[in-house]
């Protein structure tokens, strides 16, 4: 991640898009909350990230402490199209915030 933390829940939502769409699982990881975050994950093997449209949004803002980014986001895989829509939980923790978890749609 270049620059300073994304300093709203949607912020980050679309800096995480980028950085699967880059291939960048160091910014993936350093983003995701500790008590959630897998030790270390490959997106070598993943899907082409395409595009991203955020659905809603609940909170998330520089003075709240959780936030709800709802997202559709889609990719191309094995010669078709798809798309995830998640409903993701964020945390402000020590004034940053992380992907805490999310409910596929």
Do not use: C, K
Not at 37 to 66: C, K, N, Y
Not at 75 to 101: A, I, K, N, P, T
């Amino acid at each position: 991640m270049v620059g300073n933390w994304p300093t709203t829940a949607e912020a980050l939502m679309r800096s995480r898009f980028e950085a699967y769409r880059d291939g960048d699982a160091g910014w993936v990881l350093e983003s995701w909350h500790e008590s959630t975050r897998p030790e270390s994950l490959d997106l070598s093997e993943g899907p082409v990230w395409r595009g991203l449209q955020i659905v809603d949004t609940v909170a998330g803002g520089p003075d709240d402490d959780t936030g709800i980014v709802e997202f559709r986001a889609t990719y191309r895989e094995d010669g078709g199209m798809g798309v995830l829509h998640e409903r993701s939980r964020f945390v402000r923790e020590s004034g940053r915030w992380y992907y805490l978890d999310g409910d596929i749609r």
